[in-house]
């Protein structure tokens, strides 16, 4: 709920020893740190990745001590994982050097100990809806995060709310560019295309970063776990199989009615057929009328209850939508 969440601990600002680096990431060789000696942390399976404390200098900054995350990378990867160091944004999580330790290598990144998986989690087991000044700010940093990624040339192909980090401030950071496994992907996230093995240009791979997107958003808006009514087992064939009651490819579903039609309309496009899938530049040019539909509809009620009211309704009316409220593609 808009109200209770102002109160609670989540998506709420705290203290988190995030050190800021001076790391030159355009130097054309990327930074390499032996970690042999190091020693380390497991941050669990949520992060998937190690907590170092490194002695500042390794960083060439003046820090006694730095804690960092280390993301254990794929050998073959580390090629992609280079040429992403010349990237900079504030919505993608801050890249500090590739790390050895004997035959192993691992991505050393700033460490951002929250992730929007465990925030929506915190959500579900209490039963409340995300902020609605939370989620417009979020949907807003994550598309002109990933619309600087396409706009350099890069493809995420793993958009899920695992990957989406975030800061003290509460600031988006995407992480894990490049980094999908693609024999075992997350089928929920995964645009039906790639989950068919289809051969696609960086066009249309970028294109199945938006029904990723798109599928992210949803699960912010609604607070439930996409397909949560289907099996695990037949998932993917159920995302990849055309339903035959329904004319178009199969997607979350969406209210007929709503008070955000910004938000019904990006997602719909976010699903459509990939050649009539729009690129980030649309989603970006979205923004302004989403904020115009939560942001400044909520501001001309003069009672936070008639604002709790307004959210938790749009809210619960696209958590209980059906998959035929909307059959209108164009």
């Known amino acids: 709920l808009w109200f209770s969440l102002v109160a609670s601990t989540h998506f709420l600002l705290f203290?988190?020893?995030?050190?800021?680096f001076s790391l030159a990431m355009a130097e054309e060789k990327t930074p390499v740190i032996d970690l042999c000696a190091v020693p380390m942390t497991f941050l669990g399976g949520q992060f998937g990745a190690f907590k170092y404390d490194l002695p500042g200098a390794l960083l060439n900054i003046a820090d006694a001590k730095v804690t960092v995350a280390a993301k254990k990378i794929e050998t073959s990867k580390e090629g992609k994982v280079r040429a992403l160091f010349?990237?900079?944004?504030?919505?993608?999580?801050?890249?500090?050097?590739?790390?050895?330790?004997?035959?192993?290598?691992?991505l050393i990144m700033e460490l951002c100990p929250r992730t929007l998986a465990g925030e929506l989690d915190q959500c579900r087991l209490s039963t409340e809806y995300i902020n609605p000044v939370v989620f417009v700010d979020c949907v807003c940093q994550l598309?002109?995060?990933?619309?600087?990624l396409h706009d350099n040339g890069i493809i995420h192909g793993n958009i899920k709310p695992t990957n989406i980090l975030l800061d003290a401030k509460i600031r988006v950071r995407i992480s894990d560019i490049g980094l999908r496994n693609e024999e075992?992907?997350?089928i929920r996230y995964t645009a039906p295309e790639v989950l068919r093995g289809e051969e696609m240009t960086m066009e249309q791979l970028q294109k199945c970063d938006g029904w990723s997107y798109g599928v992210v958003i949803w699960e912010m808006m609604t607070g439930r776990i996409p397909y949560d009514d289907v099996e695990k087992s037949t998932l993917r064939e159920?995302?990849?199989?055309?339903?035959?009651l329904y004319p178009f490819i199969r997607r979350p579903p969406l209210p007929g009615k709503t008070q955000i039609p910004t938000l019904l309309y990006m997602?719909?496009?976010?699903?459509?057929?990939?050649?009539?899938?729009?690129?980030?530049?649309?989603?970006a040019s979205q923004l302004p009328?989403?904020?115009?539909?939560?942001?400044?509809?909520?501001?001309c009620l003069d009672e936070d209850e008639d604002r709790i009211k307004f959210w938790t309704g749009e809210c619960q009316k696209w958590e209980n939508a059906k998959l035929y409220d909307l059959t209108n593609d164009d």
């Open 289 to 299: 009328d989403l904020k115009k539909d939560i942001i400044e509809w909520m501001d």
């Open 267 to 283: 997602l719909n496009d976010c699903w459509k057929d990939i050649k009539r899938r729009p690129s980030f530049n649309y989603y």
């Open 184 to 186: 075992n992907p997350e």
């Open 143 to 148: 598309t002109e995060g990933i619309k600087y």
């Open 15 to 20: 203290p988190v020893n995030r050190p800021v």
């Open 86 to 106: 010349p990237l900079q944004h504030e919505n993608l999580v801050r890249l500090i050097a590739l790390g050895k330790n004997r035959d192993q290598c691992f």
């Open 238 to 244: 159920y995302l990849t199989t055309e339903a035959e």
